[in-house]
């Protein structure tokens, strides 16, 4: 069974195969694609996992970017480890550039010129027992 360009496999759903032909209802959780569940015509749910159940589990979200960039790239066939491998790849990416973004502000804070000598937040003492002179312009 394929949805949005993963495979699935259920031992129970193979004895299905084949004996109707209307569509089956899917339901799954965008955040996990790693596993859908099938009503089979009994009318009972069974879980279908990822047909190489070596593979990490991906958002839906990130497999269809992932199919979108495969496509740009030319790539007519996508699998489900060619979809999970290019998620993972693009992880990668985020992470990089978040840790890059991290160091970058961490460098900038320390090498800020500061406009006066005294640390931040530190205020000067106000005497407010004498009179101050008021002075109009």
Known sequence: MHLFGLRYWSAVLSAD???TKRRLIVKYDPRDM????VR????NFVEARYADLTLPQV?????MTARRAL?????RELGTRAIVRTVLEQRALVEASAKKTAAAKRGRS???ARPDKREPGTLRGIDSSKPVPFVED
């Open 17 to 19: 195969v084949g004996r």
């Open 34 to 37: 790693s596993r859908v569940f």
């Open 40 to 43: 089979r015509p009994s009318g």
């Open 59 to 63: 958002t839906l979200h990130e497999a």
């Open 71 to 75: 496509r740009e790239k030319g790539r």
């Open 110 to 112: 320390r090498t800020q």
